[in-house]
């Protein structure tokens, strides 16, 4: 897909990583599966328009969707380890405590 596999490979868990972080922050009623899924996903939807910009006529290969479908575990397993360290919030623990 790129040439830097490595590079590529830390910066898909990265993005996924933090996708998952602002997942967390931003909807805390959103489920952990759901959660991870989308986390795991988004940043496959950037790779593959990067990859599918260069031309008019441009295929995927099956190879490259091979390292799409890994990416993708990838990127789940990253979101979930970071939701065992960062478990979502519930929905009444954003609100400030009365008095």
């Known amino acids: 897909m790129l040439d830097s596999v490595p590079f590529l490979i830390a910066s898909y868990a990265a ?3 933090g996708m998952s972080l602002a997942v967390r922050k931003v909807s805390p009623t959103m489920g952990p599966r759901l959660r991870h899924l989308f986390a795991g996903a988004a940043p496959l939807a950037v790779l593959l328009a990067i990859r599918l910009e ?3 006529s441009t295929t995927l290969d099956g190879m490259d969707l091979l390292g799409a479908g890994g990416l993708l575990a990838l990127g789940v397993a990253t979101s ?3 939701g065992k360290f960062l ?3 519930k929905a009444g623990e954003s609100q400030l405590p009365s008095r």
């Open 15 to 17: 993005m996924s990583a």
């Open 54 to 56: 260069g031309g008019p």
């Open 80 to 82: 979930s380890l970071v």
């Open 87 to 89: 478990p979502s919030r």
